[in-house]
């Protein structure tokens, strides 16, 4: 294949854009040599977490990380029963296992495509009170999801609550930040999501002091910040940290956030625009409640395989969020599902289409985008 005239994701141009403050960040982290730990870290663990509306911030080394580690510090482990999407990236899944604990598929709601609350609560009553400890919902593409409803069987029955905000930075639910309403909220800062580092990144946030400080330790050797000494271990404790390059660049980057966010949402509004109508193509829905951030935009369409295959031919970078179903993954074949257990995520994984979109994005590509997505379609 030759290059692309069209990236799903062109994290150069961001770069373009602000070489000159980027380039800053990482000299002053280079002059300082404060690479693990220190001001600048906890200066963007304050900031971070003040953008989500809650207190406290917990760096650590990604965001698969960030959610077991999260669920750890609530006290979920081994053995114990997690409810979360079928349809997500499965690095939900995996740090569910990761904390030790099982994960309990739920299938999509089939308009906006996170965790079906109606659903999730038939689930919860199968599986009788008490059995189900902790839900983590998934803010799938950048749209939150239906959380009322999820919080409050979670309530009534004294489950945490991790939310996955790996594909949501900003997102809001009714005006919540995600992040601010379940016991934590876990986020990545890989390269391509809406915050992204120059490599691996995450971070938990919390409104509870008491979670903080577990997540603290669990993190960083049983370290806790509270104390002088780095070495009194008060638990077991993995690493698993963000460093201050990531940190120093994370910083300079969330003050440009909500202006790459707006620029996103409109992109996503041009597209509406010039798909809309098109009966062969099935345009993502903002839930009413939502204040979607636009990680990804999807579509549905028949054929998805073909199509995708000749819109790369042609040169556009369209990707495939995600081909395969957690209930159908290779990895999770212990759980025991099987074909036709979770329909709605079957029926995603089968015609979910991601076009390409970053704020960087111009008119004319996305509407070489639309052009090569219709050709494709019809041919
Ligand atoms: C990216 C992502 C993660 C994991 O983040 P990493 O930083 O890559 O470990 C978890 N959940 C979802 C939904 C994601 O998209």
Known sequence: MGELKVQLVDLRAQYRAHKKAFDGAIRGVMEAGAFIGGGGLNRFEQAFAEF?????GVGVGNGTDAISIA?????????????MPAFTFIATAHAVVDAGAIPVLVDSDPMHY??????????IARHGRGKIKALVP???????ADMDPLLAPARQHRMKVVEDCAQAHGARYRGRKIGSMGHAGAFSFYPSKNLGAAGDGGMIVTRDARTAERAERLHNHGRSSRTKSKYIHYSWGRNSRLDGLQAALLFEKLRHLDRWTEQRRRLADRYADLLGGDPNVRLPQIAPYSYHVFHAFVVLV??????????RRRGIGVEIHYPVPVHLQPSMKGLGYKRGDFPVSELLARSCLTLPLYPEMTPSQQRLVVRELKRAISK
Not at 71 to 83: E, P, S
């Open 302 to 311: 028949r054929n998805r395989d073909r199509v995708a295959e000749e819109m």
């Open 114 to 123: 996170t965790m079906d609350p109606a659903r999730c609560a038939a689930t």
């Open 52 to 56: 989500c509306g809650v207190k406290f």
């Open 138 to 144: 998934v803010h799938l593409y950048g749209q939150a």
């Open 71 to 83: 669920l750890g510090a609530l006290g979920i482990g081994k053995g114990d029963r997690v409810l």
